[in-house]
């Protein structure tokens, strides 16, 4: 059985709970041959809801960036998410060093165990950047 894992942010017209915080990122399991689907329960250190994210897949693991806040109030989140396919926990990534400024709207691919990240903008300042996260690093 054919199976496609897709990125879905939880929208529903910036549903909020009532401390006006977004849901929390999902996830659902496509099958292709039949075009039915199931949410997929996560765990750990979830990503709040965010629209025009890079998310891409490197073995078991899907690697998420960026991304803007569904409603203004909420920062902007600079981190990396690591999401284990296996056990369907997230991890958020720490990292030391230059820090690259948040961004939404980028693109991104892995070669190699690298993510590769190009442009994006953050309230208007576009980027012409490419940046290289090197997952050998982590730890």
Not at 21 to 41: P, T
Not at 53 to 73: D, H, Q, R, T, W
Not at 117 to 124: A, R, T, V
Request: hydrophobic share 35%.
């Amino acid at each position: 059985m054919l199976q496609l894992l897709c990125h879905l942010t939880t929208l529903s017209s910036m549903e909020a709970n009532t401390k006006g915080r977004l849901k929390k990122m999902s996830f659902i399991s496509i099958r292709v041959n039949s075009l039915s689907g199931n949410h997929l329960a996560t765990t750990g250190d979830v990503p709040n809801g965010r629209k025009d994210s890079a998310i891409v897949a490197m073995g078991n693991f899907v690697l998420m960036y960026g991304g803007e806040p569904l409603v203004g109030s909420e920062p902007w989140d600079p981190n990396f998410y690591l999401l284990n396919i296996n056990n369907r926990q997230w991890i958020r990534v720490r990292m030391e060093g230059s820090i690259p400024r948040e961004r939404s709207g980028h693109s991104a691919v892995t070669i190699g165990g690298v993510m590769y990240i190009w442009g994006g903008q953050c309230s208007g300042h576009y980027f012409k950047e490419i940046l290289a996260f090197n997952t050998s690093n982590c730890k």
